[in-house]
Antibody, heavy 119, light 107 residues
Framework: EVQLLESGGGLVQPGGSLRLSCAGSGFTFSNYDMIWVRQAPGKGLEWVSLIRTRDGSAIYADSVKGRFTGSRDNSKNTLWLQMDSLRAEDTALYYC????????????WGQGSLVSVSS | DIQMTQSPSSLSASVGDRVTITCRAS??????LAWYQQKPGKAPNLLLY???RLEGGVPSRFSGSGSGTDYTLTIDSLQPEDFATYYC?????????FGQGTRLEIK
């Protein structure tokens, strides 16, 4: 059974940092690109970052570029999202998800990790 | 960036109805389209990908069609568990983008 388990969320002040983790199991982690998607309270889904398995390189949404850094360690089946210079508008539930076999759609999702940015 | 526009934004229907949700891309996306269902307090669940391919375990009352810029999700014979919010997502190119969602409510 595929499982994705996020951790690391919490309350942080504007300008602060947090690091989210996502542990994968039940599939060959190194075979798949992985993504982060967020959902602000009561709002829709927003793609944040894609982390390629081939070389660990990451692509970002413009809204987080230069502030967030995605990374992975295939030997640990783990994905991370380092979030710096956090803003109030980054407040959201952050999901990690596994991409599918035929493209960058998302066939398995974690339960989400809540990040709240407030003074 | 490719903009995804879903319609309607909300929809009221009854158990047993057939409903259709539309997603329009701002440029052609070559069937690189997925549909998700999200229930309150839960992560999204993949329903279809490549516009019309049903994900394993998803009931056959869900179907997808379309090409170019225009795509539809159809749910035949609505069941009580289908009342949720639905999102489309294009994966033709980055940035990956979602529609704004369609909230399907019980009439």
């Amino acid at each position: 059974e595929v499982q994705l388990l996020e951790s690391g969320g919490g309350l942080v002040q504007p300008g602060g940092s947090l690091r989210l983790s996502c542990a994968g199991s039940g599939f060959t982690f190194s075979n798949y690109d992985m993504i982060w998607v967020r959902q602000a309270p009561g709002k829709g889904l927003e793609w944040v970052s894609l982390i390629r398995t081939r070389d660990g390189s990451a692509i970002y949404a413009d809204s987080v570029k230069g502030r967030f850094t995605g990374s992975r360690d295939n030997s640990k089946n783990t994905l991370w999202l380092q979030m710096d210079s956090l803003r109030a508008e980054d407040t959201a539930l952050y999901y990690c998800a596994k991409t599918g076999n035929n493209g960058w759609y998302f066939d398995y999702w974690g339960q989400g990790s809540l990040v709240s940015v407030s003074s | 960036d490719i903009q995804m526009t879903q319609s309607p934004s909300s929809l009221s229907a009854s158990v047993g109805d057939r409903v259709t949700i539309t997603c329009r891309a701002s440029q052609a996306i070559s069937n690189s389209l997925a549909w998700y269902q999200q229930k309150p307090g839960k992560a999204p669940n993949l329903l279809l990908y490549t516009a019309s391919r049903l994900e394993g375990g998803v009931p056959s009352r869900f179907s997808g069609s379309g090409s170019g810029t225009d795509y539809t999700l159809t749910i035949d014979s609505l069941q009580p568990e289908d009342f949720a919010t639905y999102y489309c997502q294009q994966y033709s190119t980055t940035p990956l983008t979602f529609g704004q969602g369609t909230r399907l409510e019980i009439k």
